[in-house]
């Protein structure tokens, strides 16, 4: 079980371009969700995806999208980078959407917009 | 937003010696779950304890709960060097979805 898997590792953006990251989930598991955590801070949770949609969001600006595929892997995507969007990016997922089980994180995706 | 403090920020403690680790949260919760994360990276679930417990062991971690404080504490014990890591608490209101992290706490055990 490969357990839940991102990528890229660390990605270096210019400020103004876009970035997609990429989230497999464990087997077994239908649900993604996305967490921002910037440096010294606790993640905070960005979205949900599930069967396809976004289910819930958190407190971030429509920069920040993201997308789910058949096979339940989702991209995040962010639009017109900021220097503050520089952060480690953790994909977790789970079974069964809102409602479902106990998350389990990938090692994330250190993004530095510079 | 963080919805959690924690307290210490961090600490530095002796092999062998006990850690312990507070967290408060603002809102009610269906319950608070514990992480380490290891030199920023991915994180690890230690341990969950629900809205109705007030204590839970798994191995060397106990954590209480008092929700009429809206508290927790994580308590490891006899620490070892591999326990070194940053420890958060999560809390969530629906289900084990949409974690609200604290600011984690930075634990450092000296051999």
């Known amino acids: 079980d490969a357990g839940v898997t991102q990528s890229p590792t660390h990605l270096i953006k210019t400020r103004g371009q876009q970035v997609t990251l990429r989230c497999s989930p464990k087997s077994g598991h239908d649900t993604v969700s996305w967490y921002q955590q910037a440096l010294g801070q606790g993640p905070q949770f960005i979205f949900q995806?599930?069967?396809?949609?976004?289910?819930q969001r958190g407190n971030f600006p429509d920069r920040f999208s993201g997308h789910q595929f058949p096979n339940y892997s989702s991209e995040l995507n962010v639009n017109a980078l900021l220097l503050g969007d520089s952060a480690l990016y953790l994909c977790?997922?789970?079974?069964?959407?809102?409602?479902?089980?106990?998350?389990?994180f990938g090692q994330g995706t250190r993004l530095t917009v510079v | 937003s963080q919805q959690g403090e924690e307290d210490p920020q961090a600490l530095s403690i002796q092999e062998g010696e006990n850690a312990t680790m507070n967290c408060s949260y603002k809102t009610s919760i269906n319950n608070l779950q514990w992480y380490r994360q290891n030199s920023g990276r991915g994180l690890v679930h230690l341990i969950l304890i629900r809205s109705n417990e007030r204590e839970k062991h798994s191995g060397r971690l106990r954590v209480t709960l008092d929700t009429s404080k809206k508290s927790s504490s994580l308590l490891i014990t006899a620490s070892r060097a591999a326990d070194t890591a940053s420890y958060f608490c999560?809390?969530?209101?629906?289900?084990?979805?949409?974690?609200?992290f604290g600011t984690g706490t930075r634990l450092l055990v000296s051999p």
């Open positions: 999560a809390t969530s209101n629906t289900g084990f979805q949409k974690l609200v």
């Open positions: 995806y599930y069967e396809e949609e976004e289910r």
């Open positions: 977790a997922s789970s079974r069964g959407g809102l409602q479902g089980t106990l998350a389990f």
